[in-house]
């Protein structure tokens, strides 16, 4: 059996990660058994998670799984793609990782870290969990300086996600799912950022901003229905 070490169910989302949820979500697309169980970034290769445990073999970024999944247990996840479907699908995927992300942990930790320390870390015993927020508080601040968005103003990053979330509901137009009836690899990526901005209880500005396109709240309840059942 597959075991995928990521986070604990919280803040009304079956995983407060974006890229754990996205593997949840590949792993619910490709039909092959697996388990979710909470792992530990400080043991992950990357210092990150999610990861993918098969066996022997240890999977770690959410894009390898996905790879790992095709090449090794045959998986189709993108077999109904044109190549120019594909490339779309990677420039989506890309903005979705690499931007919006970013500008969903700004709203998420750095305008509300309190709240993230009593959501998220509350099953901390409270004398540790202070100090480990501390610590995790300082390297997400830093990775966002580093990646540049948390520079800017937060009327800009809400401006710059919005752009985002504009293009993903023009894209998906009237479809059910990014290139149709069936979600792709690309819908996984996009469910695991929609689904954490838009349904989670971390309220923002960037979810009420998220909320007014109503198609992509349809999209992540769609999603939520088709692969998971939830
Ligand atoms: N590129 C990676 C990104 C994974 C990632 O950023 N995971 C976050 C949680 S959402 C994490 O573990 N962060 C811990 C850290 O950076 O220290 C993937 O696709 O799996």
Sequence with gaps: MLI???FE???????PSAFGLKADALLAMSGLE???VPGDIRKSPMGKLPVLIDGKKIIADTSLIQKYLEN???VDFDGAL?????ATAKAIQR???NHLYFAMVHFRWIENPERVRDTLFKNIPSLPRKFIF???LKKVKQANEGHGISRHDLSDILAFAMEDLEALSVLLGAKPFMFGKKPTSVDASVFGALENIINSTETSDLQDGARGFENLVEYCDRFRDEVFND
């Design 82 to 86: 044109t190549s120019e479907q594909r």
């Design 95 to 97: 903005m979705v990782e």
């Design 134 to 136: 501390k610590m995790v």
């Design 4 to 6: 995928l070490k990521s």
């Design 9 to 15: 169910p919280a803040i009304n989302v079956r995983c």
């Design 72 to 74: 090794a247990h045959g």
């Design 34 to 36: 697996y388990k979710v």
